[in-house]
């Protein structure tokens, strides 16, 4: 194997963000960064909200490896907030590694993704693959041979959202009204009937109901859960 120089692809990340709700994995993930990249600082988050709280508070880094199964996350929304929240490059560890979601994390923005329990190098192969700029995929993917159109417009919806309009579609989802929206969220209630006219706009349809349903088309219902 060609020995790694300081000019090798793995040295643009420096940091590096862990998100998984498991301690354990968590922590195997962080000495799989330091062992096979030259990332020299590494957090971690057990949620969606810890981890955008960390991406408003600390410095951004450089990657993000993201577990898709987060108890505060319905379906692709977490990858999909994270690529609004930050440039940093998403590498998704799942055990859901089938090939239609595999599609539809690439469809919404990922660098790449790694089943869970991989061996070392093909984490190493992932993190040089993305720092090079290449989406990276498991050898034996084969994208799936009846595409999940229904999934992947989703996907593809949702990501036009804003950030917090993302939040406010998941507390729609969650069957609150404006004024609850608005309470939880510590705005007026006009900017919360704003926002509502701008998600139904941006993913197409005419009512809540409808917005809910494009929601769920994005969750893992249809996906190894």
């Known amino acids: ?10 040295t643009r990340f ?4 862990v998100v998984d709700d498991h301690p354990l994995f968590c922590d195997a993930l962080v000495m799989t960064l330091q062992a096979v990249s ?43 907030r994270l690529r609004k929240a930050t440039d940093a490059a998403v590498l998704v560890v799942s055990s859901m590694a089938d090939a239609r979601t595999i599609d539809a994390v690439l469809s919404a923005g990922a660098a790449g ?11 190493r192969r992932a993190i040089d693959s993305i720092a090079r700029g290449t989406l990276f995929v498991p050898e034996d993917h084969m994208p799936a041979s009846q595409p999940d159109t229904a999934t992947q417009d989703a996907v593809t ?6 950030t917090q309009q ?6 729609i989802c969650e069957g609150k009204l404006n004024k609850q929206i608005a309470f939880d969220l510590t705005i007026a209630e ?3 009937k704003a926002h509502v006219t701008a998600i139904m706009r941006k993913l197409g349809v005419h009512s809540r109901t409808q917005a809910v349903l494009i929601a769920k088309e994005a969750s893992f219902d249809e996906h190894l859960r």
Do not use: C, W, Y
């Open 1 to 10: 194997m060609q020995n790694l120089t300081a000019s090798s692809p793995r």
């Open 14 to 17: 420096k940091s590096a963000l």
């Open 38 to 80: 030259t990332v020299q600082s590494v957090t971690t988050a057990a949620s969606l909200t810890e981890a955008l709280s960390s991406l408003d508070t600390g410095t951004a880094p450089d990657l993000i490896l993201l577990d898709l199964n987060l108890p505060d996350v319905t379906g692709f929304d977490g990858l999909l």
């Open 113 to 123: 993704f790694v089943p869970k329990h991989s061996q070392r190098d093909m984490f």
């Open 157 to 162: 919806r949702l990501a036009s959202l804003t």
């Open 166 to 171: 993302a939040r406010i579609l998941d507390l």
């Open 190 to 192: 006009t900017t919360v």
